[in-house]
């Protein structure tokens, strides 16, 4: 049977340890807080790394043999700071922001194929030369503002309690918590979205997220610099109330990106996937709210439909909804009428829309 050690013994053991870099059998009582809180006392903060240099010591540590992906984390992320990780980030929200909208650029292009008629606004039409100008301007955006954000706040998600070690929280913690995130978001980012549609706020700082009338999924993070910070707020609420592990802020961070370009996408494709996600809002949602444009009332949500069904910010849309399911007004088609208007969608048009809000 393995010995025990006082506390006082295992903190001189794991300090020495730490000084002369010795492998250390760790007693799987003590939690990785608090191991953490004894490795800070010999390392900077930004430098730490897992208390454990070997798998046995890991499977010591967690009491357990550890799982396929614990050990794939383990192999992966043994020797790399805690600061490291955190900047994986960068490198996400750059590949999120250029790859994932690719697919709905080459659908834009082969109108031929019938993806038209999944067009939210299907007489508006971006070049190849205007998308990769908005991608253009989101990429200046990210290297001056989104990724030197990303480098200082570090400091930020260390306070919070975002840990980096084992074991690794099981799938259903994962998805609580990406759920609490997301109705955090959801709640906090609909007041934001609401103060900036006055007058100061809408003219000062988001008439730049707007001039897409017609949105398209490289627009989703085209905002003004002064937005872009304050949006960071509600991202960062979610694991500040719940802190979890660093692989669940990863997922936080992409899947909330990737949410937004959907929803930006300016196509209601019957086959996706958060359409089976109750009080989801999705692209025909938002898309109105981006059409409407600067007079716009409703939408404000940037994700569920709850903030504006109680606050009563919905009406002009679902009373949109409404005409829409009349088939004839004077021989024309209303779906085209008042969603095919624009033809340009750095233009507000909307003089047909604003009366209904």
């Known amino acids: 049977m393995q010995r025990k050690q006082s506390k006082s013994q295992f903190q001189e053991s794991f300090t020495d340890s730490c000084k002369l870099k010795i492998p250390l059998r760790l007693p799987h009582l003590l939690t990785e807080r608090q191991i953490h809180h004894h490795q800070s006392s010999v390392a900077p903060q930004h430098w730490k790394m897992l208390p454990f240099t070997t798998i ?79 991608y253009k301007d989101v990429m200046r955006m990210f290297i001056l503002v989104v990724g030197p954000l990303q480098l200082v706040s570090y400091p930020s998600i260390k306070m919070i309690g975002i840990r980096t070690g084992l074991p690794l929280p099981s799938l259903w913690e994962i998805v609580a918590q990406l759920t609490v ?35 398209i999924g490289f627009a989703a993070p085209y905002a003004h610099w002064l937005e872009v910070l304050i949006l960071g707020v509600p991202s960062f609420l979610g694991p500040a109330i719940a802190p979890g592990h660093m692989i669940t802020f990863w997922l936080w961070i992409a899947l909330r ?55 009563g910010t919905d009406k002009g849309y679902r009373y949109h909804k409404k005409v829409l399911k009349k088939p004839l007004v004077d021989g024309a088609d209303l779906s085209s009428s008042l969603f ?3 033809t340009t969608p750095r233009k507000c048009d909307f003089e047909l829309t604003s009366s209904l809000v």
């Open 56 to 134: 046995e010591e890991a499977v010591t540590f967690v009491g357990r043999n550890l799982t396929v992906a614990e050990t794939l984390w383990f192999n992966y992320s043994a020797k790399k700071s805690d600061y490291y990780l955190y900047c994986h980030n960068i490198l996400f929200l750059f590949l999120i922001f250029s790859v994932v909208p690719l697919p709905l650029v080459l659908v834009g292009l082969m109108r031929s194929l019938g993806f038209d008629k999944y067009k939210i606004q299907p007489k508006v039409s971006l070049s190849l030369s205007e998308m990769f100008q908005c």
């Open 181 to 215: 995130y997301f109705l955090i978001e959801d709640y906090t980012n609909y007041w934001i979205h609401r103060f900036l549609h006055c007058k100061w706020g809408y003219e000062k700082i988001h008439l730049v997220h707007h001039e897409y009338t017609a949105p």
């Open 257 to 311: 990106q990737i949410e937004a370009i959907e929803t930006h996408s300016g196509y209601d494709f019957p086959w996706t996937p958060t359409r089976f996600f109750p009080f989801y809002g999705g692209a025909d949602y938002h898309d109105y709210h981006h059409y409407v444009g600067g007079q716009s009332q409703s939408n404000f949500a940037s994700v569920f439909t709850y903030c504006d069904y109680i606050y």
């Open 340 to 342: 095919g208007l624009a």
